[in-house]
């Protein structure tokens, strides 16, 4: 008898502005897996299809696709050297690639996600969160994509051994295509992240406004100072500090305190030379230029631009897109929401 899967990851927003690294926000737009296991399958090797974003050049093959790579590492860690036989995995993906929606964390989430149930391994979605941090060693949009909501996040002090564990290449965690002999899986450190999801008022809507170039995510951290400011550090916590709070309060959001605690000294001034616009585009909207925007900041890496509104969400939205436009860069965009949830995983239904 087959056995079937689904699994559901949302994508996700990091930095929020002053959030450099810290905070992320779950969003529901949503990558999704469909797995089938039949154990009376003709076909031995793990069978991988794909639909969505980037579907015309993604590796199907599973230890180059990053899904089922991060899912056969979670397997070898735990001594299983394969997927089970007869296993069908289907994956659609509606998150833009390479534009700050964090497209590769829910890759890995679901990867680690898909690893654990074709294991039968049981685990938290936390001890599921190791592997993925073993990955991607940022915890920000990872966290927001596997707990879900708007989320604050570090990686904890690692003591003796782990150290080198978590700072193994990927070369040495992921499975290698074509190797004739493949090393063993080094085993995650338990509890590598921690995390605390703040309120959110449900009044507050995310616009992502979408340019259509990719912005990869090392180029971004390229342009970034090796070292801050004492000034432009403090800029940014004392901003950080609010912001969590300010948009949780219940009744009408404060634009005038969200708006000023988005602003950021510590990425987004760097990145202006990636995004063409994005200076003029983060000084000229403003609460009082366009009713309804609560706050305006780069999505991740960019180019995504995320605005926070409670209302007029066309108007934003093809204004930002005009301003682009001005760049020579076209646009789309999407209105989304916190996915409260995080990802989900469910036996015997499909998506």
Not at 11 to 21: E, Q, V, Y
Not at 31 to 60: A, D, F, M, Q, R
Not at 242 to 254: I, M, R, W
Request: charged share 20%; aromatic share 6%.
């Amino acid at each position: 008898m087959s056995t079937e899967y689904s699994i559901k990851v949302p994508a996700s927003s990091a930095n929020i502005g002053p959030g450099f690294d810290v905070l992320g926000i779950g969003l529901n737009l949503y990558l999704t897996l469909h797995v089938k296991i039949n154990p009376n399958s003709t076909t031995k090797e793990p069978l991988l299809t794909y639909t969505g974003e980037g579907s015309h050049n993604v590796p199907l093959e599973p230890e180059k696709n990053l899904v089922t790579a991060v899912a056969l590492y979670v397997l070898r860690a735990n001594n299983v050297s394969d997927f089970p036989h007869g296993t069908h995995i289907h994956v659609n993906n509606p998150i833009p690639l390479g534009r700050g929606l964090g497209s590769s964390g829910s890759a890995i989430v679901a990867g680690s996600l898909l690893g654990n149930v074709v294991g039968g391994f049981g685990f938290s979605r936390q001890r599921c969160l190791d592997y993925c941090l073993m990955i991607e060693k940022h915890p920000d949009n990872i966290t927001a994509s596997m707990m879900g909501g708007f989320v604050g996040s570090f990686l904890r002090k690692l003591e003796g051994s782990e150290v080198d564990i978590v700072g193994l290449p990927l070369s040495k965690i992921l499975p290698q295509h074509g190797a004739k002999e493949q090393l063993p899986s080094p085993q995650a450190p338990k509890d590598l992240g921690t995390h605390v999801k703040y309120n959110w008022n449900h009044k507050i809507k995310c616009i992502a406004i979408i340019p259509q170039f990719e912005v990869s995510t090392e180029k971004s951290r390229a342009v970034l100072p090796a070292d801050y400011s004492k000034a432009d550090v403090i800029f940014n916590l004392q901003r950080l500090a609010v912001l969590t709070n300010a948009v949780g309060q219940e009744g009408k959001p404060s634009s005038e305190l969200i708006y000023n605690a988005m602003q950021d000294k510590l990425h987004q001034p760097y990145r202006k030379v990636l995004i063409p616009g994005l200076t003029e585009i983060l000084s000229e909207f403003t609460p009082d230029t366009h009713p309804g925007l609560l706050g305006i900041c780069l999505s991740g890496a960019g180019p995504t631009i995320l605005c926070l509104a409670d209302s007029n969400f066309d108007d934003i939205s093809k204004a930002i897109i005009e301003r682009f436009k001005k760049e020579n860069v076209e646009c789309k965009w999407l209105l989304l929401e916190p996915a409260d949830e995080g990802a989900v995983v469910e036996e015997g239904s499909k998506l």
